[in-house]
Every structure is written in C-alpha cells, then in structure tokens.
C-alpha cells in the first residue's frame, strides 16, 4: 500500500489530501528523513508534520469511559470520540466501540477497527463475562447472590430468564456482579427486579481485561498479547455456552 493509501486509511483527509500531505514533504521518518509516497515503511517511524501516527490497524484501545458520555458517532454530544484522537472516526474501517456503555454508566470500554473481533466480543452468543462495581439505593438484604445464580429471574417485557450471574456484596449498599449476558441495561434492570435501584455502575473488567489504573478518560493501547488472550477467551465462553446449550445425546 503507498504511504498516501496508508494515510488515508488512518484517517488522515481524502486521497488527494493525503497525496498533497507527501507532497509536501511533511511525511518523515522519526530521524527526520523525508517519505515519499512510494518509499516502504513501518507504522511507528512515520511521522506527519512531526506527530507519530496514531494506533496501526487491528489495534484495540481500552478507555475508561467517564458517565456522560455516549459510544455512538450519531449520537448527541458528548461523545466518546471526544476523547479519543480525532482521526479516529475518520479512519477506514473507523474504530468502533466493542458493544455499548450508557451514559450513565462508566468504565471499561473497548475501542477497535478490527470488524471480526467487534462481532466476536459483541455477539450475544459469545458470553465474555463482564464485571461491574455497583453502588445502589437500598442495604442488601443477603439473598441476592442466590437469586442471580438461580438461572430463573426474569427481567420485565423478556420472555427467557438471564443466565446465571456471580453477585458478590462489598459494602452495605454496594457490590460487584459478573454478567455473562448484554442485554439492553441488564445490571439495572436485574436489580430493579429484586427490589433495588442502581445509584452508579462501573464496569471493571471484561474477560481477563481489567480496567487497572488506566484514569477517568483517559485510554490505552491493548498488547498484542492482551488481545490475543481476549480474543481466546471469547473463543472459549462461546463454544462453553455452546456446548452447554446442546442437547444431552440419546443412547
């Protein structure tokens, strides 16, 4: 691919716009040498008017979402992408939010232009577990990790119980809860359904993705090994559920 294509793909204006960005000598190297549009190069030595490019393709950014914000590009501000780099939703394919977070909802979220994994992560037949840190508006009364491991509670309007979910009580009013499900607002309806109500929610942690120490709006570039074990870990819950939603053989 020329390095003009590149730019483009990266989200760096139109063809000719980025013909004309090589044109004008203001591709180099991090040595300061000129590019030009037929030179070979590598993503991390090439530099636009001394700015590094952005994450290459196929990368994967966690953000810890601040509330507020929404995941959607066509979406009323403010948006997710505000805190990201600008050519962000620029580039082809754009980078994308692996599912969805609401805006009253904060924590981890996964950025990515790698369309497989998206729909990987994202399909409802995957069941990555999900954590969330949870404040509510009532004290637990002590049965809640019973009721969500039950496999039986029903959320209203649905028509098929939730999967089992791992609750786990960390204060009077507050707790963790492991999902393995994303259906529309689950964690607080599944709360609204015992009798409780959602003050805030955090997700912190996705799969073996936790969020860590990564601040309030600020973001990271996954590894290349981190995205590897994510991407077996979805591998895996998905062929378990699968496995696990087979019928029993017949002698």
Request: net charge positive; charged share 20%; aromatic share 4%.
């Amino acid at each position: 691919m020329t390095l003009s294509r590149y730019l483009v793909a990266l989200g760096h204006g139109t063809r000719k716009e980025a013909e004309r960005i090589v044109r004008q000598r203001r591709v180099t190297t991090a040595a300061g040498a000129v590019l030009r549009d037929t030179d070979a190069y590598v993503h991390h030595d090439v530099f636009v008017d001394g700015a590094p490019l952005d994450a290459p393709p196929g990368s994967v950014i966690l953000l810890n979402k601040p509330v507020g914000y929404v995941c959607s590009l066509n979406d009323r501000p403010p948006m997710i992408y505000e805190l990201l780099p600008a050519n962000f939703p620029k580039r082809t394919p754009v980078m994308a939010s692996i599912g969805r977070l609401d805006a009253d909802t904060s924590g981890l979220l996964l950025v990515t232009d790698d369309g497989a994994l998206n729909h990987l992560l994202a399909s409802p037949k995957s069941h990555v577990p999900k954590r969330y840190a949870m404040t509510l508006a009532e004290a637990l009364r002590g049965d809640e990790s019973d009721v969500l491991a039950s496999g039986t509670l029903m959320l209203k309007g649905e028509t098929s119980p939730l999967l089992p979910a791992a609750f786990t009580a960390t204060g009077e009013r507050t707790a963790d809860i492991t999902i393995s499900e994303g259906r529309y607002h689950q964690v607080r309806r599944m709360m609204a359904a015992i009798g409780n109500h959602v003050h805030t929610l955090q997700r912190v942690a996705i799969g073996p993705l936790a969020l860590g120490d990564v601040a309030v709006g600020r973001w990271r570039l996954l590894g290349a090994t981190e995205i590897h074990t994510l991407r077996e870990a979805a591998l895996a819950a998905k062929a378990g559920a699968k496995a696990e939603a087979k019928p029993p053989a017949t002698a």
